[in-house]
């Protein structure tokens, strides 16, 4: 008989090779990721931090009106003496050493690694996500952690102490996983009762001290987000059949069609090993969760406003697109066929990906940077911040010692604070938009201030705010006006710019644009001694 062609131990060899390849190329995305501007959120979130006590993680964030999970506050609390950069590398890796974690019941494959790098890299916003200095790629990684946890758990052994811990890890991790970690007990308790497992004492007890702490959990959470989510309930107040619309929409939009097609994959390879009691449980908790998420969205408790609302979607399909490739059963005989496909179309994902994906997707929203390089060459002058500047200056400025020597004007007291009662009257500012506007921009260095200013966004109006920052700017000689998160002037209509520009106008004030970048731009302006004509 002829030797095989590859042995056992060059197998070894190559999948030892595979793995090394796969960190390296991790490492590299990490990094066409992390190169990326700041945006309008990052900024305000990330002068929130560090804390300057731990406890202040159990309590809304004391500027711009944030909110994350007290996980998420602590972690990137340690990170916040970094620059942006690194800052974005090291929750990244963070994240993906979670999730590489919580896929324990597949470490007995010498394959494993490179699997799981071709899964991390089919979502194709996973690794946006991983990188921004928000939450939301640390809570795809708090649901890979419910997933992989019932995917390694047998129904043969009773619930008990260590995984409330893992499942309690799991929820910390976010928001939503709040909901995926109980989902996960109950699919596993249930499913031990299915297959006549008699429970024991101590999974009462241990259930029981899930439930209580996950409660106890869950109104931390609702006194961490309470403000935010009172600031900007415009924005959050969304039920009904268009929430189920928009969990399914910004989910294509944060999966992509490569991410799309790997879950399509892993549910017909769950299909094909439904006997096996590792897909049975996966296909089960995933149905369990994607009915409870399609149910508190549609009673209005989980409004889905943008992709990384539904950022947790990674961490399922990580899973599950790893599971395609380690079905253990073979009952029609398919097995190999499966895990060679499953193989296949991961590989060509992450090649699509690769090319055509993330060199889009990596660049971010906003070109902050090149405005904050842009200025740090002019010579000393008075600059206005209009809408999303005044955090992204804020946050540089201790970080860039050329932004100091400006003279910075137009800016709102950024302290967080209980909403006024007004704020409360949805039919403000459309009722009497003059008396809103005097009342607000008459407080604009009282806290509370910034979030505010959003009421203006009820009837996409800003001329209120632009005027008081025209009336701020020096007369009779040049200053510039910084403008980001926003259109430029000419381009598709944005309120926040049309006031700007309208507001310049009746103050007979000049401006030419200087600058123009990525959802930012720079005006040069002079306005007259006298101001408007009367």
């Not at 704020?423 to 009722?431: G, S």
């Amino acid at each position: 008989m002829n030797p095989p062609i590859i042995s056992r131990v060059d197998r070894r060899h190559l999948a030892t090779l595979a793995s090394i390849l796969a960190l390296g190329g991790l490492a590299v995305l990490i990094w066409m990721f992390s190169r990326r501007s700041l945006w309008i959120d990052e900024a305000m979130g990330m002068l929130n931090y560090p804390l300057s006590n731990p406890l202040d993680a159990f309590a809304p964030l004391p500027l711009y009106t944030q909110a994350a999970p007290p996980g998420f506050s602590l972690l990137i609390s340690m990170l916040a003496f970094l620059p942006p950069e690194g800052v974005r590398s090291a929750l990244a890796v963070t994240i993906i050493a979670i999730t590489l974690l919580a896929l324990r019941g597949y470490f007995n494959s010498r394959w494993f690694l490179p699997v799981a790098a071709l899964a991390i890299s089919a979502p194709l916003k996973f690794l946006f996500y991983a990188t921004e200095l928000k939450y939301y790629g640390l809570e795809a990684a708090g649901a890979a952690i419910s997933f992989g946890w019932i995917a390694a758990r047998g129904l043969s052994n009773p619930f008990r102490v260590r995984d409330v811990a893992v499942l309690l890890a799991s929820a910390f991790c976010g928001i939503i996983t709040l909901v995926i970690a109980p989902c996960a007990a109950a699919v596993f308790l249930g499913m031990r009762i299915i297959d006549g497992h008699r429970p024991r004492a101590v999974e009462y007890v241990c259930a029981l001290a899930l439930a209580c702490a996950l409660g106890l959990y869950y109104l931390l959470i609702k006194h961490v987000t309470l403000l935010q989510m009172q600031t900007y309930s415009n924005v959050y107040d969304l039920s009904g059949w268009s929430a189920i619309r928009g969990v399914l929409e910004y989910g294509r939009n944060y999966l992509g069609y490569p991410g799309l097609i790997a879950c399509l994959v892993a549910a017909a390879s769950c299909l094909a090993d439904i006997r096996a009691e590792r897909s049975r449980k996966l296909a089960g908790l995933a149905f369990v969760v994607m009915g409870a998420i399609m149910t508190i969205a549609f009673l209005g408790k989980f409004p889905v406003t943008a992709s990384r609302h539904v950022a947790f979607l990674g961490g399922i399909a990580i899973v599950l697109s790893v599971n395609a490739v380690f079905i253990k059963r073979d009952p029609y005989g398919t097995r190999f066929l499966v895990r060679g496909g499953a193989c296949l179309v991961l590989v060509t994902l992450f090649a699509w990906n690769l090319t055509r994906g993330f060199p889009y997707v990596a660049k971010g929203v906003a070109d902050n940077d090149l405005i904050i390089a842009w200025i740090d060459e002019q010579a000393s002058t008075a600059i206005g911040l209009w809408n999303g500047a005044q955090p992204v200056i804020d946050y540089y400025k201790p970080r860039d010692a050329a932004l100091n020597r400006h003279h910075y004007f137009g800016k709102v007291n950024a302290t967080t604070a209980v909403p006024d009662p007004r704020y409360f009257d949805h039919t403000l500012p459309a009722k009497d938009y003059q008396a809103v506007a005097d009342w607000i921009e008459g407080a604009r260095s009282e806290p509370g201030a910034w979030a505010r200013v959003s009421l203006y966004r009820r009837v996409s109006n800003m001329i209120a705010p632009a005027r008081s920052l025209v009336a701020a700017a020096p007369k009779g000689s040049d200053f510039l006006v910084v403008a980001t998160h926003m259109e430029m002037p000419g381009e598709r209509p944005d309120y926040r710019t049309n006031s700007l520009m309208n507001a310049l106008s009746e103050a007979n004030c000049t401006s030419t644009m200087v600058l123009s970048v990525r959802s930012a731009f720079v005006l040069r302006a002079r306005c007259p001694t006298g101001g408007a004509d009367g």
